[in-house]
């Protein structure tokens, strides 16, 4: 690749939206998790908050399927970006990219977004703690903080089923033994079925483990991912030991359920039922302007129930204001917006809305 790739006048900066790219490299990390990395084709310095994550744009069986995935790389490394997927038993899209994403490969992604993230929530003394692969936000803000040479004590704590079940195990190990305030502790839920050795911990996270690891952690700012059972346990044992919740963050859009193909002519009959029994005057008209297309909602429906009712198909994944696919223009009226991180500030100066999230305040029309 010669430099005048590299031209800095040339390469963009990363910004939320939806962006073309192509899979580069594809590595091995353990027997059922991958990372897939990915540049674009004019280069672009893909700039985020360490934690963020973006959402796949992708075809499987001719139907389109979007799915979020935490960015595992670092945005110290700003060419490429990197997600780590786990093969999970039964998993379409998982199974999907481990079977058919190989180096080549092009697609579309939406991001990055996400509230979760090291940058806004700065600190001194840090802890993560993660669970299986749960790991990816929190590897995506340790290679931020070795690479940055960042003043931060950091205590990190993963739980793994078995020792060969570590995701990123060598380069965490090398990064912690290079910086004295970095401290790493990995628990393993039992050893490992090949014979491999292991002497560290052995079980599930308990309080008297988390006072062994880290006696400080009432005094450090928390971030914490993994399965839901996981992050439950967790939450448990920091709320039955007093800590202050304020300075707990976790990872949540891997709870969401995944996105649900929706009958448009059962919702459509539906609400014509509904609005029978309903004063008129009540609703708010919501007009989608590229279609032409109208319809009446309550005030506590979102626009993309709206488009849905008129058979308008808005790209969704996750339904909770994160992933960020749902955005749309509003051309004119209000609406209110309770997101969780998927649509940035600048956006929404620009007028734009997560469609799944937003519900009028009067009559609205959207540029879709």
Known sequence: MSMSFYNPITTQTWTNGRHLVRCVKVIRETQDASTFCFMAEQPVMFFFKPGQFVTLELEIEGEQVMRSYTISSSPSVPYSFSITVKRLPGGKVSNWLHENLKAGEKLAVHGPVGNFNIIDYPAEKVLFLSGGVGVTPLMSMTRWLFDTNADVDLEFIHSARAPRDVIYHRELMHMFSRIPEFKLHVVCENKSDIGEAWDGYRGYLSQAM??????????????????????????????????????????????????????????????????????????????????????????????????????????????????????????????????????????????????????????????F
């Open 210 to 367: 988390l006072e062994l690891m880290a006696p400080d952690y009432r005094e450090r700012e928390i971030f914490c991912c993994g399965p839901t059972p996981y992050m439950n346990a967790v939450k448990r044992i920091l709320h039955d030991s007093g800590f202050d919740m304020k300075h707990y963050h976790e990872e949540s859009f891997g709870a969401i359920p995944v996105d649900v193909k929706e009958d448009v002519l059962e919702l459509a009959e539906q609400a014509e039922a509904d609005a029978e029994q309903l004063d008129y005057a009540e609703m708010f008209n919501i007009e989608f302007g590229s279609s032409g297309k109208s319809v009446r909602i309550l005030p506590d429906e979102t626009v993309h129930a709206a488009a849905s009712k008129l058979g308008l198909h808005i790209p969704k994944a996750c339904g909770m204001g994160i992933c960020g696919t749902c955005q749309v223009k509003l051309a004119s009226g209000e609406v209110e917006m309770e997101h969780n991180g998927g649509i940035t500030d600048e956006d929404i100066e620009e007028g734009y809305i997560l469609s799944c999230c937003s519900k009028p305040k009067g009559d609205v029309v959207v540029d």
